[in-house]
């Protein structure tokens, strides 16, 4: 069964400061890999999201995120944050193998709270 | 935002008593799931449905059972509530389990 892991638990930084949100999964076959959002008080939903191609990935609102096969990692990355962007984020993978069954596996979260 | 709606949004039972937390879709979708979301767990996936009558357990599915008698509803039921239990509940749909979920509002269950 495929694993998310998700270093950081809290960050906190101020206005225009670089953002970056490990992500590291577990799980040997090929997978489809996301991060989702979750703004204060709202639900979740999705940022970007890699599945085959191009491993550098753009998503909504400034937001990228790089898919390193070697490393089984996909980091998340913002040049300059806005207050805004204080939000929860949570890393998840799908493995592709039928086998695995159709789940999507969600990483701890990191709370990200952004100092005006 | 998708067609979905939970209820109730928020619940607060007693220990032992059945619970059931309702999922609703306007979108037609194949795949409906029910992740409970806890500090420092992220979300975990409790079952996801495939189709109707379709059903599958996921990673915490003790204590839970769903149903999925139409496309449109998939129904999660607590059969004795447990402090443990006590978490936001999100429902989310897919067409496609590839594809990215659309979330619901979240149900907040309270199991004193």
């Known amino acids: 069964a495929q694993s998310v892991s998700q270093h950081n638990h809290h960050v906190i930084l101020s206005e225009a400061a670089s953002l970056e949100l490990g992500c590291n999964y577990s799980?040997?076959?090929?997978?489809?890999l996301f991060w989702y959002v979750q703004y204060p008080g709202q639900h979740l939903q999705l940022l970007l999201k890699?599945?085959?191609?191009?491993?550098l990935v753009k998503g909504i609102k400034g937001f990228e995120a790089e898919f390193i096969k070697s490393k089984f990692s996909f980091n998340l990355r913002k040049p300059s944050v806005q207050w805004s962007d204080t939000a929860e984020y949570f890393c998840a993978v799908n493995a592709r193998d039928k086998a695995a069954g159709n789940k999507l596996t969600f990483g701890g979260g990191t709370r990200v709270l952004v100092k005006p | 935002d998708a067609g979905i709606t939970q209820s109730p949004r928020h619940k607060v039972t007693e220990t032992g008593t059945p619970v059931t937390l309702r999922c609703h879709q306007t979108e037609n979708h194949r795949y409906m799931y029910w992740y409970r979301q806890d500090p420092g767990h992220g979300l975990r996936l409790i079952h996801y449905?495939?189709?109707?009558?379709?059903?599958d357990k996921g990673e915490v599915s003790d204590g839970y059972s769903v149903s999925r008698s139409k496309t449109e509803d998939f129904l999660l039921t607590l059969e004795s509530a447990t402090s443990s239990q006590t978490s936001v509940y999100f429902c989310?749909?897919?067409?496609?389990?590839?594809?990215?979920?659309?979330f619901g509002s979240g149900t907040q269950l309270s199991v004193l």
């Open positions: 799980y040997g076959g090929t997978v489809n």
């Open positions: 449905s495939y189709g109707v009558k379709d059903t």
């Open positions: 890699y599945f085959s191609g191009d491993p």
């Open positions: 989310a749909i897919s067409t496609a389990t590839n594809e990215k979920l659309f």
